[in-house]
């Protein structure tokens, strides 16, 4: 598997982990570091694995179902840093929308770690 294919990849495991709620598909995937960086739609920027960990827990906590279908995903890699951007257009059981994103992945010697994630929320176009 070569690397974009590699970096796409560890990049539907977010998705996948995010799906599924699963706090240990989401902390392998991460990388622990105090350089690891995220900004969820509407919060403020986490520094952290430490504080990443817990906004992960406390957003796998309140049972809504979410599902994404991610469109226009386009990745890059320079070296040993990798980027993915694209739309998480999501469907949940109370309220759905689009979300930007960009996911940046650094490799390690067992595999492409996300360092960091930045989401927000596209709005509605008024006609």
């Known amino acids: ?7 796409l990849a560890a990049n539907r ?4 982990a995010f ?3 699963d706090m240990d598909a989401m902390s392998d995937l991460w990388e622990h570091s105090d350089r690891a960086a995220c900004v969820h739609p509407g919060w ?4 952290g694995w430490g504080a990443i960990s817990a906004s992960w827990f406390a957003l796998f906590q309140n049972g809504e179902n979410l599902q994404f279908i991610i ?5 890059a890699v320079e070296g040993d840093v990798a980027w993915v951007s694209c739309d998480e257009n ?4 109370e309220v759905g929308g689009t979300v930007a994103a960009m996911n940046v992945f650094v490799r390690h010697p067992d595999r492409w770690r996300l360092v960091v994630h930045h989401g927000s ?3 509605e176009r008024r006609r």
């Open 19 to 21: 799906e599924a709620r």
């Open 90 to 93: 999501i469907l949940a059981d």
């Open 71 to 75: 469109t226009n995903e386009r990745v």
């Open 1 to 7: 598997m070569g690397d974009d294919e590699a970096v």
């Open 121 to 123: 929320s596209v709005a």
């Open 13 to 16: 495991t977010f998705y996948g």
């Open 44 to 47: 403020g920027s986490l520094a």
